[in-house]
């Protein structure tokens, strides 16, 4: 086992152990202080620049990977685009489901983003949302706990922990696991397609600018 294989995997581990203390821990200690809406925004600057410092020669080789592979290729970006057209609109279905037959699958978190817009500014919010979030997330959930395994059996098992967890972090009530099924499988897969974290980044920050717009619009 070399050096540079428990360098990575350790920042891995660290990665991980952080996203929930910071992320549920501090966020306890906090909230009562400066409210719960600031305090989650202050826990995801402080887990954005924990990523950054951690990750930021492994981040500057995906995109320098990216930048001469994926990004060259028209295809991709149209691949991009179908993901994320279908995603929105097994989501939707989803939502018309929930409305229609059970609504305990219908989302606390877009009511507690809803607070999170009116108590911080706009532009903060969004920042959140849709840059903070989507880039501490994929490296917590695809990056750390997925990586690049190389046997398939070891990928679909480290994906399946992937999405339940990543489910799990989103939710307030079980049934409410249904609703984020959809993009966590997809964000899961558009990892693997790819193999580069950059691309579920993309796509994710792509699934909540749409689904930021749609709240600040009032559709949902």
Known sequence: MTKNYLELYGKRICMIAAFYLINFGLWEIIAPIISGEWASFMVYVLLFVFVIFMFH????????????????????????LIVLAIDLMLTMVVLWLANTYCNAILP????????????????LGVIQGCLFAPVIE??????????????????????IISIVLFDCIHIVATLEFFYYLTPAIFL?????????????????????????????????
């Open 138 to 159: 994929e490296m917590v959930f695809r990056y750390s706990i997925i990586g690049k395994p190389k046997s398939k059996s070891m990928w679909i098992i480290f994906s």
């Open 108 to 123: 606390v978190n877009n009511e507690n983003v809803k607070n999170q817009l009116n108590a911080v500014p706009v532009s």
């Open 188 to 220: 899961t897969l558009f990892y693997d397609w790819n193999k580069n974290v950059l691309a579920s980044i993309l796509l994710h920050s792509s699934i909540n600018i749409v689904g930021y717009l749609a709240l600040l619009v009032g559709v949902l």
């Open 57 to 80: 020669k492994e981040l500057k080789k995906e995109l320098v990977e990216i930048a001469n592979t994926k990004l060259k290729d028209r295809s991709f970006y149209l691949r991009w």
